[in-house]
């Protein structure tokens, strides 16, 4: 692929830049809000999942004494 020129790569650029389909201001908050609970989600099974884990170990650790 051949270099272009600074001024033709700018206009380049600016041509894909339009063809660039940007989401609305809904499906920003949708997917944002989506995205905060699912977060909330894992971070939930994840701490008791660790406690669960760290519940047995302690069992265990304590069971070999």
Known sequence: ???AS????IKQVR????KVTWPSRHE???STIAVFI??????V????S??????L???ILEFGM
């Open 15 to 18: 041509n894909e830049a339009k």
């Open 45 to 48: 099974f994840l701490y008791f």
């Open 38 to 43: 699912m977060v909330f989600i894992a971070s």
């Open 57 to 59: 170990v302690r069992l």
């Open 6 to 9: 600074p001024i033709e790569f």
């Open 28 to 30: 920003t908050t949708v």
């Open 50 to 55: 660790d406690q669960l884990i760290s519940f």
């Open 1 to 3: 692929m051949a270099k």
